[in-house]
């Protein structure tokens, strides 16, 4: 297992912009595949964005709900998974956790990941 720490989350307004940072610790993320999920009040946890690891081409995949808006990506630099959110909505409020799998294939499935960092809040004001 990987240790995760997000940040980068807060407040904005509908319309703007903010990017998360997923960062590792103790491992090189780039030999992890790690995807993105958000949980809002009362919904389960639901997948966002995967990543595949660098030896997999860094393949993507999106969320229908994000396509367009948000892209995943690499800072091999600093050993972090971003997550650029654009054109927000009131309904991306939740918490975003990064999660993240050895295996070289990206997955929307939250039990496909071993290890999950402890969640930052984002909130779209309307």
């Known amino acids: 297992q990987v240790q995760l720490v997000e940040s980068g989350g807060g407040l904005v307004q509908a319309g703007g912009s903010m990017r998360l940072s997923c960062a590792a610790s103790?491992?090189?993320?780039?030999?992890?595949?790690v995807g993105w999920f958000r949980q809002a009040p009362g919904k389960e946890r639901e997948f966002v964005a995967t990543?595949?690891?660098?030896?997999?081409?860094?393949?993507?995949i999106y969320a229908d709900s994000v396509k367009g808006r948000f892209t995943i990506s690499r800072d091999t630099a600093k050993n972090t998974v971003l997550l650029q959110m654009n054109k927000l909505k009131s309904e991306d409020t939740a918490v975003y956790f990064c999660?993240?799998?050895?295996?070289?294939?990206?997955?929307?499935?939250?039990?496909?990941?071993?290890?999950w960092g402890q969640g930052t809040q984002v909130t779209v004001s309307s």
């Open positions: 999660a993240a799998r050895s295996a070289y294939i990206g997955s929307k499935e939250k039990s496909d990941y071993d290890s």
């Open positions: 103790g491992r090189t993320l780039s030999d992890y595949t």
């Open positions: 990543i595949t690891r660098i030896s997999a081409a860094r393949y993507t």
